[in-house]
């Protein structure tokens, strides 16, 4: 321990001697390893103060990254971990176009279904004395004066005089046979003459006047050797709202017909028509050099007019246009007992395609304009329709008139 200068007595303790005899009580020290604190000086004797802890250090900062430098592998340590991602899923398109095309299928069938509730059936065939069974099918077409279906506005504007009866009397008779070959729609002049069993002979059409479609029928298969498998008999009403719900047709007039009895007025030459316009072009007889002639004729256009229309996509794909023609064409419909929806669905896509290439449109042979049936030129022609043959028949026996051309 240093040596205490002599000049310096009140620095004892300084020096470690003892300083008891001046009044100072010494403070021991805590251990070896203490911090030395300064010691603040006894003011007049008193005792020394404790000495005073530094103020705690900041917590040390984590060792900082240094910067990636070029040349140099970053530590290698395990990969973040992406966040997960959330699956979308995805609306059900094909599903939805599945329940789709169900419901319009289901549609299609929905309607005719239920407009075929509203056609009325009868017996409408012989009991005995018929030809065998032929192959294919032939249907017996006949338009009758019936008003069912129609308007009071439209029954004014029809000029036929009174409210025709069911069954009263017809304008149209016609025999659509389908089979191996082409459909083929063969019109029956409704002023031929052939015998009417307990009538004699007279014109055919009063067969449907004495007796309906049972003696007509029957008149039709004694007379031509036809076996007929449907009837269906469609009113005046039905033909006009047909047309109508095709929405119109066009006719081609060769010259301009003025008919008060049909109520018509049409120029010459292709225009649309409405249902009433179409009614009285298909009626009409007395501005023709052909008369009945011309009027089978022109039933044909108007009937191969509405198939062509029908036949069209839009037909199918809109909704009110395809019930509009169900309801139309059954509204007025009459048919035989045993004739079911699948039998008129033949029949109507047969119809669509007799006029034109894919068909053959003709009148019964007839030898002249009184209409006696050309017997030889007749029992030909029908001898095709019998044995399914009809791809096999010569342009002559099949002509618009009936005459030889």
Request: charged content about 20%.
């Amino acid at each position: 321990m240093p040596e205490r200068p002599p000049d310096s007595p009140e620095f004892d303790w300084l020096y470690g001697q003892d300083v008891g005899d001046r009044g100072v009580t010494p403070v021991p020290i805590s251990g070896a390893d203490d911090i030395e604190h300064t010691r603040v000086m006894p003011r007049g004797g008193g005792t020394i103060q404790p000495p005073v802890s530094p103020p705690a250090a900041p917590p040390a900062a984590p060792p900082a990254i240094p910067p990636a430098t070029p040349g140099r592998t970053a530590p290698a340590g395990p990969p973040p971990t992406p966040p997960a991602k959330t699956k979308r899923r995805r609306p059900p398109y094909g599903r939805i176009v599945l329940v789709l095309l169900v419901a319009w299928a289901a549609y299609l069938v929905a309607v005719p279904v239920s407009a075929w509730k509203n056609v009325d059936k009868v017996n409408a065939f012989p009991s005995s004395g018929r030809p065998a069974d032929q192959p294919g099918t032939t249907y017996l077409l006949v338009g009758s004066d019936s008003r069912k279906g129609l308007t009071p506005a439209q029954n004014r504007r029809l000029g036929t005089g009174g409210v025709g009866q069911i069954g009263g009397r017809t304008d149209t008779i016609m025999i659509l046979h389908t089979g191996g070959g082409k459909p083929l729609l063969l019109s029956i002049p409704r002023d031929s003459l052939v015998p009417i069993p307990g009538y004699g002979t007279t014109k055919i059409n009063a067969a449907f006047a004495y007796g309906g479609p049972k003696l007509l029928i029957q008149t039709i298969e004694q007379d031509t050797g036809l076996r007929i498998d449907h009837y269906i008999e469609v009113g005046l009403g039905g033909f006009v709202n047909a047309v109508d719900a095709v929405g119109g047709i066009t006719i081609c007039p060769e010259k301009r017909m003025v008919d008060p009895r049909a109520n018509l007025n049409i120029k010459k030459g292709c225009q649309q028509v409405n249902g009433v316009t179409a009614l009285g072009y298909a009626r009409s007889r007395h501005t023709e050099v052909l008369g009945d002639i011309a009027r089978a004729r022109h039933q044909r256009e108007v009937v191969s007019a509405i198939g062509a229309k029908v036949k069209s996509i839009w037909s199918v794909l809109n909704p009110f246009r395809y019930s509009s023609l169900i309801h139309a064409a059954t509204g007025s419909l009459i048919v035989s007992k045993g004739t079911g929806v699948w039998d008129m669905a033949s029949f109507a896509r047969a119809m669509t395609q007799v006029n034109g290439t894919s068909g053959l449109t003709c009148s019964m042979p007839i030898r002249d304009l009184a209409v006696h049936w050309d017997h030889t030129r007749a029992l030909e022609l029908l001898t095709y329709i019998k044995e399914n043959k009809t791809d096999n028949i010569p342009s002559g026996l099949c002509t618009p008139t009936g005459l030889p051309q």
